[in-house]
Each structure stands twice: as structure tokens, then as C-alpha cells.
């Protein structure tokens, strides 16, 4: 029997994104799919996979121009399908109420700015990428990070993903898919 077809979209600006999408990647072929992984500039349209997964980072408040614009340019066929939604944020590293609420209007801003309605969604924390960083975005990031109490050693990064809710929400997507398939 074939293998179920799977699409995992990203866009990243400093990486951490794209290690998500790896992970899921490989647990999704664990879980024996037939994964295909691409940044939004690379990705196909999602007719013909089973299932597609769509993943993001925030940036100054707000999701990438690239990925609303992928989910907007195929948010029909998006909503007829099983498809996902991960988040990626400094905000999620904080497990307070409040910051849950600020992730989770994040993303409301961007189903309400596509008419994307994504069966699961996953917010997950990312990671302060100082090496990774030009030096003004450094100089930035470390004056956000002292003025909010953050990390604010620049001569390593800080990784806050926690890889086993990539893992779980990878194995949620997994049984949807299948489940979605058995109709
Ligand atoms: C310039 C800049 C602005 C950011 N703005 C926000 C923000 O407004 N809210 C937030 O929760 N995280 C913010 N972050 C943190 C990123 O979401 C986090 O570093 C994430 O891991 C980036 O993912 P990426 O490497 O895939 O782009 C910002 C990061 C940078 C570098």
C-alpha cells in the first residue's frame, strides 16, 4: 500500500523554524509517511498530499509575509483537507497565562487574516539565536532581552524549543492524517 503523502511548509528567518519542520519531518516518516519538507518559496501547492502542515516564526509581532501569503494562495484546499499550524516564538518560552494569550492572538490574527482553518495547532517556544545574528539585530535582541530580563549572554544561543511537544504534536498530525484517510 502506498504511503500516505505529507507537505510540511516553513519559513524561518534565523533557523529554528526549519529545525522544527526537520523534527517533524522525521518523525512523520517514523510514523510512516511519505514526507515532503520545503521552505514556502520552494513548496508546491498542497493538491494531492494527504495532509499538510504549515510552520512560522514570529518577528516584530507578526507572522512572515511568506507563509500568510502561502496559506492565503491556497487556503481553499487547505480547509479541505487535514492541515496543520505551528507557531514558533520567544513569547511561548514564557508559560504564563498572559503569554499564552498574546501567542494565541497571533495566530488568530493570521486565520482571521487568510480564512485558514486549521484542524491542530501547535505554539512552540524558539530560540534566542545570538551567533546566528547580524550585529544589529544582536544589538537588538540583547537590548529587548535586559530591558525584559531575558538572556542576555550574546556569545552563545539560547534554545528553548521543547522538542518533546514537537514530537507529541508531530504524532497528533500523524493519527489525524490517518484517521482523516479512513473516511
Ligand atoms: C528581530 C526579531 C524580532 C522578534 N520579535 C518577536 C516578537 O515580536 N514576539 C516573539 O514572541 N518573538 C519574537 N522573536 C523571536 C523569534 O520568534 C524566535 O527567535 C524564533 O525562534 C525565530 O524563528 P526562526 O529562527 O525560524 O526565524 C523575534 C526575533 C527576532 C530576531
Not at 499564552?100 to 497571533?106: D, F, I, Q, T
Request: with cysteine; proline share 3%; aromatic share 8%.
Amino acid at each position: 500500500m502506498d504511503r500516505p503523502s505529507i507537505l510540511v511548509v516553513y519559513h524561518s528567518a534565523e533557523g529554528q523554524t526549519a529545525r522544527i519542520a526537520d523534527r517533524l519531518r522525521a518523525v512523520l516518516d517514523a510514523e510512516g509517511l511519505d514526507v515532503t519538507c520545503l521552505t514556502t518559496d520552494a513548496a508546491p501547492s498542497p493538491d494531492g498530499f494527504a495532509g499538510v502542515v504549515v510552520g512560522d516564526s514570529i518577528h516584530a509581532g507578526e507572522h512572515s509575509k511568506q507563509l500568510t501569503a502561502y496559506v492565503a494562495d491556497h487556503v481553499e484546499r487547505l480547509n479541505a483537507m487535514p492541515a496543520a499550524l505551528f507557531q514558533v516564538s520567544l513569547t511561548s518560552a514564557d508559560d504564563s497565562a498572559e503569554s499564552a494569550s498574546e501567542a494565541g492572538a497571533l495566530v488568530t490574527k493570521l486565520l482571521d487574516a487568510t480564512g485558514f482553518d486549521p484542524d491542530l495547532v501547535g505554539r512552540f517556544a524558539g530560540a534566542l539565536a545570538y551567533t546566528r545574528y547580524g550585529w544589529m539585530k544582536r544589538r537588538l535582541m540583547h537590548q529587548i532581552m535586559r530591558r525584559e530580563g531575558g538572556e542576555t549572554d550574546t556569545s552563545r544561543d539560547h534554545e528553548y524549543t521543547d522538542w518533546d511537544a514537537v514530537e507529541g504534536f508531530a504524532h497528533d498530525v500523524a493519527s489525524y492524517v490517518a484517521s482523516a484517510g479512513q473516511d
